[in-house]
């Protein structure tokens, strides 16, 4: 794993501290060694004891999910008739309103779709009010 020039490098690193820690190089020995903190050698030796080899795979990170809009969501949006009466264009949040979401529909991909199904002007923004 560590040979391979492929390898992502969170990888070997994780890979590097084990092999030290067989080794029996100490924690802080380790740390300093591969210019990482002391916690971090635990953590990976940690996640080593609980997963094994597949604990030095990098991890899903936290942050924001995927906000795609469901197929079935798109569909339903463009079987949409003219906007509502008293609108000149669909906005976003009443497309929302129209298929029962929540939340404005706001994913790039899809409003593209959007705008050529409704006869948006290309270019023009769906509306946010």
């Known amino acids: ?26 924690g802080i020995d380790i740390a300093v060694q591969l210019g990482l903190s002391p916690e971090a050698v635990s953590r990976i030796r940690r996640r080593f004891v609980e997963t094994g080899v597949d604990g030095l795979r990098d991890q899903p ?5 995927d906000h ?32 029962g979401r929540t939340r404005a529909v706001h994913s790039i991909e899809t409003t593209g779709a959007i705008h050529v199904a409704l006869s948006a002007a290309p270019g023009e923004p769906l509306a946010d009010g």
């Open 1 to 26: 794993m560590i040979a391979r020039s492929s390898a992502p490098a969170g990888v070997v690193r994780r890979a590097r501290v084990i092999l030290l820690s067989a080794g029996g190089a100490s």
């Open 61 to 65: 990170k936290a942050g924001r999910r």
């Open 68 to 99: 795609a809009v469901p197929a079935e969501t798109v569909d339903q949006i463009l079987q949409l008739a003219p906007p509502p009466a008293g609108r000149s264009r669909w906005t976003t949040r009443l497309l929302a309103r129209a298929v």
